[in-house]
């Protein structure tokens, strides 16, 4: 083994030895504290498994006191929050998630209408109490028109 592995284990072994230990659930780790949870963001990222943008272990602290704010886990916020522009964000299906489990979300709906460049992707909601639905659309043209189309990313290989 390397000195380096060596002085790693010697104080990680410190670092648990001087703090209290942290409780675990059926559901995962229960962080009681800001130190539990800062403890728990130094571990994500000495893992190697931290998402690109929280590789410190205070982007991670704060991705997962955002995610509690609203509901999640704190593996679910590492895995749900991503930073876009410098700033943490609910991004993919956990925004979804969210809001359907609230129970505020009367209707959802997506689809798409039309083929290749004549391609709209339809988004209708309807929060309960509202007398109608909401309908959204987002096209190709609307993606060119952004300087979205040809950027990397997923819907280069599938644009729907």
């Given at each position: 083994m390397s000195n380096e592995s060596n002085e790693t284990k010697q104080e990680m072994r410190q670092e648990t030895r001087s703090v209290a230990p942290i409780n675990m659930g059926e559901r995962g780790v229960q962080l009681q504290t800001i130190e539990?949870?800062?403890?728990?963001?130094i571990a994500v990222t000495r893992s190697g498994f931290a998402p690109k943008g929280m590789e410190k272990p205070e982007s991670i602290l704060i991705a997962?006191?955002?995610?509690?704010?609203?509901?999640?886990?704190?593996?679910?916020?590492?895995?749900?929050?991503?930073?876009?522009?410098?700033?943490?964000?609910?991004?993919?299906?956990?925004?979804?998630?969210?809001?359907?489990?609230?129970?505020?979300?009367?209707?959802?709906?997506?689809?798409?209408?039309?083929?290749?460049?004549?391609?709209?992707?339809?988004?209708?909601?309807?929060?309960?109490?509202?007398?109608?639905?909401?309908?959204?659309?987002?096209?190709?043209?609307?993606?060119?028109?952004a300087r979205l189309w040809g950027k990397a990313g997923p819907w280069t290989e599938y644009p729907q």
């Amino acid at each position: 083994m390397s000195n380096e592995s060596n002085e790693t284990k010697q104080e990680m072994r410190q670092e648990t030895r001087s703090v209290a230990p942290i409780n675990m659930g059926e559901r995962g780790v229960q962080l009681q504290t800001i130190e539990d949870l800062y403890r728990f963001a130094i571990a994500v990222t000495r893992s190697g498994f931290a998402p690109k943008g929280m590789e410190k272990p205070e982007s991670i602290l704060i991705a997962v006191e955002m995610g509690l704010e609203v509901g999640l886990r704190p593996m679910q916020a590492i895995q749900n929050i991503a930073v876009i522009n410098g700033r943490p964000c609910l991004w993919g299906d956990a925004a979804l998630g969210l809001v359907k489990s609230s129970g505020v979300c009367q209707h959802f709906a997506e689809w798409f209408e039309g083929e290749g460049d004549s391609l709209v992707a339809v988004c209708e909601t309807q929060r309960a109490g509202y007398p109608t639905a909401t309908r959204q659309t987002f096209s190709i043209s609307d993606a060119k028109r952004a300087r979205l189309w040809g950027k990397a990313g997923p819907w280069t290989e599938y644009p729907q």
